[in-house]
């Protein structure tokens, strides 16, 4: 899959309807200050479509791109942000519960888990619910600029056994390089045909 045009569509606090809503979907999920926004501009290849943030919480709604005309990519909320209120957690579940009960047109979720970390507890549960759901999931591995060759290697190994999949489907992903581009939009192209 190559990504010809990208624009932003809209935000939304409650999924639910919205204009050209029924093309097939990409989501993006993970913790929050993970990468998701970045990852989205460096896959568009269009610096400040999705806002990003050095603070986690930036994105509270649910951000929907078109690219190429054809698809939507879905920018998510991320969770597991410690300092974010109750009531903030609870607004956060029942915006996810929402999408996942209406996107019917969701093909397959990109989970982002940061190279340097063993995933968390909210990662294993998203995990866990795709699985669940029969929700076809890629992961890729942010921030992977960040460390050594040797280091990463070993961080591959963690997260994967931590999330029961394979080293080698894990994707490693830098929005500083660009690594990972090409392998992510073939991996995704794969879910979309
Ligand atoms: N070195 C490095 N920094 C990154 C990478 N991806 C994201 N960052 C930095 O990490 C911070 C968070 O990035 P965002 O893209 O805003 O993260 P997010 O997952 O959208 O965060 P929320 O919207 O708060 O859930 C920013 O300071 C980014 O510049 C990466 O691949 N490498
Ligand atoms: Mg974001």
Same mark, same amino acid.
């Given at each position: ?9 809209? =935000? ?6 919205? /204009?050209?809503?029924?093309?097939? %979907? ?32 930036? /994105? ?11 698809? @939507? ?10 300092? #974010?209120?109750?009531? *903030? %957690? ?10 996942? *009960? ?21 990662? &294993? ?9 029969? &929700? ?5 591995? /942010? ?5 050594? $060759?040797?280091? $990463? %290697?070993? =961080?591959?190994? &963690? #997260? ?9 489907? &894990? ?5 500083? /390089?660009? *690594?990972?581009?090409?392998? !992510?939009?073939? *991996? !995704?192209?794969? @879910?979309?045909?």
């Amino acid at each position: 899959m190559e990504i010809k045009s990208a624009k932003f569509v809209t =935000s939304l606090a409650n999924y639910g309807p919205f /204009t050209g809503k029924g093309l097939k %979907q990409i989501a993006i999920a993970g913790k929050s200050n993970v990468g998701k926004s970045s990852l989205i501009n460096g896959l568009c290849r269009a610096k400040g479509l999705a806002k990003t943030s050095s603070t986690p919480g930036k /994105t509270r709604l649910i951000n929907v791109f078109l690219i190429n005309d054809t698809i @939507h990519l879905i920018d998510l909320p991320g969770y597991g942000y410690a300092k #974010v209120s109750k009531s *903030e %957690q609870q607004r956060w579940g029942s915006m996810m519960q929402g999408y996942f *009960e209406k996107a019917d047109e969701l093909k397959v979720m990109l989970l982002l888990v940061d190279i340097r970390h063993e995933p968390s507890a909210g990662d &294993i549960e998203m995990v866990e619910f795709l699985r669940a759901g029969h &929700i076809p999931f890629i992961v890729a591995a /942010t921030k992977a600029d960040k460390l050594s $060759r040797a280091q $990463r %290697q070993r =961080s591959l190994m &963690i #997260v994967a056994r931590t999330l029961l999949v394979q080293p080698w489907e &894990i994707t490693p992903w830098s929005s500083q /390089t660009g *690594e990972g581009r090409e392998a !992510l939009l073939a *991996e !995704l192209g794969k @879910h979309l045909d």
